[in-house]
């Protein structure tokens, strides 16, 4: 199963882009987010901003489709041998790497474009890994929730607090959710 | 009880923010929100960028307080006789208001800034109406769930498909929702 990349290249266009997303990257990390422009990336990446336009729309698409790669599911998912603790796992480790303050501006970039092709990418990235772990229970003869009550019960409001919380949600938080959860799905 | 607003004024103070949040919605009506920048807002509302500077910071804060003022509860909430009805109500005008293209771009707009006041403002004006939907379920003597929990069953999971979904919540949803926010509080 391959993760759906909103801008497909190869070759030369890879590379093209490669620098740009690497321009993207170095300017942020001597820069305040709110001073990088789309001139300043294209001179750093060494192409014209016409290139920069054509290909991503605008500066927010662009951001947030760095942001999205720095996310995109390279490693292994944990298999703890049941659904609840494969879940458990994931949802600690989303918790990890979304409740950083680099997750949590990847999150703000990619709801904050104009279209949303960017934050389906990244809702995306929750579902994909789920229907791993679902094929897996599936494999074990192991019941499981549907997806869609695993995003609204246990992801949606780790999501929502890290957006909208003065401060993170904790493992104990998260555990609970994943509690009730399975126990929906065994009660219904 | 009233609303946390995270800048407060009078007098001629007030006017001048006024003018501003007039400015700033002129703007987004007749331009692309991008091609929005602090000198042009300052400029239409007569003031010099350095008072916006001094009072929001940046532009991403001052889109967002313009945006919140829009949304700031002025009515009354429907009074349907029981905590379920109450917040059923509530849930289905939220995600009329929410599931708006103004409302989305409010949602944005509050995410998007870097400390996260006006997203806790954002986040407050739920938990400070379930407060009030909570306090007459008290006065009728009658059980409800944790503020919490009805976020978490109820406000994240539409915010979040608000947010990262391709089309929006429909009114089905939020009843499921709803009815399973009770279901859980009648069984605990």
Redesign the interface.
Known sequence: MTIHKGIRTGGRSARVQQSIHDAVKDLLASHE??DVTVPMIAQKAGVTPSTIYRRWG???TLLADVALERFEPDEKLADTGSFHGDVLAYAEQYLDEMGSSLGRSM??DV??T?D?QC??R??EMITTRLQVLAERATARNEPYPPIDRV???I???M???I????KNPDTDYVRD?VD?CMA?NSAG
Chains 1, 2 share one sequence.
Request: net charge neutral; with cysteine; proline share 3%.
């Open positions: 987010r709110s605008d500066l927010a999150l703000r709801t904050a104009d949303n934050a389906r990244c809702a995003v609204d019960i992801f949606a409001p999501v929502y607090r957006l909208f919380s003065e959710l009730r929906e």
